[in-house]
């Protein structure tokens, strides 16, 4: 009797542990209760539930930890002064998925406020862990370790390559090549975070054989997917010209060029930006992309969208035309400067608009027949006026006077030049009656020395 | 001495004569004297004159041939130097010319190829619009794509409703919503209906038990990972004689697993907890815990109002009908009753004998 009214006090006290952590971590999910939550000293609460013999209870303190981490840097704070890091990366290398998936989250909602917390989980030894638990079987636990060790790795190089020395590389490759669509978002995710600080890492990330897989991702029709996707195959190709032609290799053109036809913006945005990166390095790797077809595709996406979804399509523009003057007369033949000016004046944003003076600018330098093609789209005035408004920032006047000085100096065509004479600054007046005089000089002297029949008496 | 006397005599004339005549000749020999220099001068102005002319003619002489000799000279420089600058010019413009030649032939040769350039050009416009056509067909594919699934989706959905609502069928005593008598023909939805199989139960989902996960080897070696099976028959049995039930059977209702009733499975203080729950779950939504006080208490001090009905006594009023005076006889102005001050009507007066004694009115 008295054996089971002792097993029954216990099973009281199990119930009510039980049915406590589930309550806070069902009142967590609401912002309006944390505070509360937290004057009532729930984080030293739930610390001794982490050790409980009963696995849900742990799974469910876990949990709860993990969304008050979550919530705000104090909190994630707390988490680790709390001295709660060690205890969980102990029991993350024994226990069962659902608990190895509580404590992926934990450790991800504390590393994701700030560098300093992703240090001090590094410091705790949590990377080899997790690497270890990247080889779990359950696509949960692999998909909640990729997540953690993307945040940790997207502050800074140092933290990226304490993750790339942990071994994570190569087992993120194999999580790439797993069936479940989110294993493999966050996978390509985790990549793209350590691949963008440095040459050295996005190397190690290519050594690893990602880039082929990453390139077969492409086709795949999960909008978010391919956002990651392309956005990790960007970060590797911007930094190096080496680098930028492995990915080239792996024929993602023109397979990228239907990505720029989506309907989701962001994967728009991000083909554009891997365009945009292959472009800038070499005057070759430019031909190639005019070679596919890419420049009308850009162009016909920047028609496309609004607003910052169109920058990289912009700059791509702009450093295609920069390498040489083929290139140049490659983009104005394929429309461009049609509609970089209708983006120049229909934009609200000043980055945009400098972006698209730039990329004008660069287009016109270089014969007097590309400033010729620039100038008769009437963006000239347009540029002026964006220079000598006082609403616009300093780097957009900046850009748009470079860019009216750069076109003027080629330009012949008198027609566009003429507006100038009457409301330009000294500055760039100069400019304009410098190319007046070119092209009036040698047709008055031949004129009046026809006209008056002497011989000229100039040697 | 006469001669004296008239000398003398004559002196003073004389004297006279000789100051008169010679101040008259110091006039007419200042004429005489001015015209003579007038006439001299003036022919000395001529000969000097033509003497001057004389000379000039001589000068101009000198100077135009010298001026004609200096100029000739000076002529010939020029000529000099016009022929030498034509020369130049010649040679120049030969030489522009070569090179212009030359130049344009070693650019086409040896640096830029116009036309290869003016080919690029066009076959990477010809590339654009195949690259452009191409992903136009791509997006409409697309679209043509998601508007197809999400036909399938609708249609998925009206079937799956049209299953639930198979009860809305119309039978032959009774015409269903969808089919009304006053259409001249039924509902797409009736027809729908006609077509749908109507659900079965949703049956009691079992949950099932969490197996125990292969996380670790040791964990893949304990006997409860490998997989249970459902009713294996022991290995070597031969099969029995005799009118016995299908062996499957057997085993089926031998290894059937305990089915406890829900009396059984629910603890015994099941209902107290839920109680116990609910009242916790109540007391969450409270906001403080003192009790509402009803709402009669918070008229405590205030005085009861009975209404008119309850008050008044029961029955017809007199007051509008027979008496008309005010209740309170302290309001009354006088003792004395109202008399009527305004006359009868005659009209009302005969009123009952003026009108036909035909009429039941009397």
């Known amino acids: 009797m008295s054996q089971r009214q002792v097993v029954q006090v216990f099973e009281q006290y199990q119930k009510a542990r039980t049915q406590f952590v589930q309550m806070v971590a069902e009142l967590v999910t609401r912002p309006q209760n944390i505070e509360t939550l937290q004057n009532a000293g729930v984080m030293s609460l739930l610390r001794p539930l982490l050790l409980d013999v009963v696995p849900t209870i742990q799974q469910t303190a876990a949990l709860a930890l993990g969304r008050l981490a979550n919530y705000n840097d104090d909190l994630a704070e707390a988490v680790v002064k709390g001295d709660i890091l060690p205890q969980l990366v102990y029991s993350l290398a024994e226990q069962n998925r659902f608990y190895k998936k509580a404590a992926a989250f934990v450790l991800r909602a504390v590393a994701k406020h700030s560098p300093q917390l992703a240090q001090a989980i590094v410091d705790c030894g949590a990377l080899d862990t997790l690497v270890i638990c990247l080889e779990d079987f359950d696509p949960g636990v692999k998909e909640a370790v990729a997540w953690a060790l993307g945040y940790i790795a997207r502050h800074n190089a140092e933290l990226s390559q304490a993750v790339v020395d942990a071994g994570a590389v190569p087992l993120l490759v194999l999580c790439i090549q797993e069936p479940e669509i989110a294993l493999k978002r966050i996978a390509a995710s985790a990549l793209s975070d350590i691949s963008k600080h440095s040459p050295e890492l996005a190397q190690t990330v290519v050594d690893a054989g990602a880039i082929a897989h990453l390139a077969q991702m492409i086709l795949n029709p999960d909008a978010k997917l391919k956002r990651q996707v392309l956005s990790a195959l960007s970060q590797v190709a911007k930094h190096s010209v080496d680098l930028a032609e492995m990915v080239v290799e792996a024929e993602i053109f023109p397979v990228v060029l239907t990505c720029l036809k989506d309907k989701d913006e962001y994967v728009k945005k991000n083909a554009c930006t891997l365009i945009r990166e292959i472009a800038k390095h070499t005057p070759e790797l430019s031909q190639l992309i005019v070679n596919t077809g890419g420049v009308a595709a850009v162009i016909d996406c920047i028609g496309s969208c609004k607003g910052n979804i169109r920058l990289p399509g912009i700059m791509m523009l702009g450093y295609v035309a920069a390498h040489s003057e083929n290139l140049a007369m490659a983009v104005i033949i394929s429309k461009g400067v049609a509609q970089l000016s209708i983006c120049l004046s229909e934009e609200t944003e000043d980055h945009i608009k400098a972006a698209a003076a730039w990329a004008l600018g660069q287009i016109g330098r270089h014969t007097p027949e590309h400033a010729r093609a620039v100038a008769v789209t009437n963006t000239l005035p347009v540029l002026l006026s964006l220079y000598m408004s006082t609403e616009s920032s300093e780097d957009l006047q900046e850009k748009s006077k470079k860019a009216i000085k750069t076109i003027l100096q080629k330009c012949t065509y008198l027609p566009a030049l003429e507006p100038f004479l009457y409301d330009a600054p000294p500055n760039i007046l100069k400019h304009v009656v410098g190319q007046f005089s070119k092209v009036l000089f040698s047709w008055i002297f031949r004129y009046t020395s026809a006209k008056s029949g002497q011989l000229s008496t100039n040697y | ?362």
Request: hydrophobic share 35%.
């Open chain 2, 1 to 362: 001495m006469a001669t004296l006397a008239r000398l003398q005599a004559r002196s003073t004339f004389i004297g006279h004569q000789y100051y008169f005549r010679n101040s008259v000749v110091d006039v007419f020999r200042k004429k005489e004297h001015d015209a003579a220099v007038k006439i001299q001068s003036w022919f000395r102005g001529c000969q000097i004159r033509s003497y001057i002319r004389y000379l000039q003619r001589i000068v101009v002489v000198i100077q135009k041939w010298w001026r004609g000799y200096l100029a000739r000279k000076h002529y010939q420089l020029i000529v000099k130097l016009a022929y030498y600058t034509m020369k130049m010019n010649i040679y120049n413009a030969m030489a522009v010319r070569i090179q212009r030649r030359w130049r344009g032939y070693r650019i086409r040769k040896y640096c830029f190829n116009y036309f290869y350039l003016k080919e690029y050009l066009r076959a990477v416009s010809e590339t654009n619009d195949t690259i452009r056509e191409a992903l136009e067909e791509f997006a409409d594919m697309k679209e043509r794509e998601e508007k197809k699934a999400e036909l399938e989706r609708e249609e998925k959905k009206r079937d799956y409703q049209a299953r639930k609502m198979h009860y809305l069928l119309s039978t032959k005593q009774i015409p269903g919503i969808y089919n009304s008598p006053f259409r001249k023909e039924p509902d797409p939805w009736e027809l729908r209906l006609q077509k749908a199989k109507p659900l079965t139960h949703r049956r009691y989902q079992v949950k099932p038990t969490r197996s125990v996960q292969l996380s670790s080897w040791l964990a893949c070696t304990s006997a409860r990972s490998f997989p249970r099976s459902e009713f294996l028959p022991p290995i070597d049995r031969k099969p029995c004689q005799g009118p016995f039930r299908d062996i499957a059977e057997v085993l089926k209702q031998r290894y059937k697993p305990l089915e406890p009733t829900l009396r059984s499975e629910e603890p015994i203080n099941e209902l107290k907890a839920a109680r116990e729950d609910l009242r916790r779950q109540e007391w969450t939504k409270n906001i403080h815990d003192n009790m509402f006080l009803p709402f009669s208490s918070y008229h405590k001090n205030k005085t009861y109002i009975p209404s008119m009905h309850s008050s008044s006594k029961y029955g017809p009023n007199s007051l509008g009908r027979q008496c008309f005076r005010d209740e309170n006889p302290k309001k009354w102005i006088c003792d004395k009753d109202f008399q009527t001050v305004l006359p009868a009507f005659d009209l009302f007066s005969k009123y009952g004998k003026l009108y036909s004694k035909a009429g039941q009115i009397l």
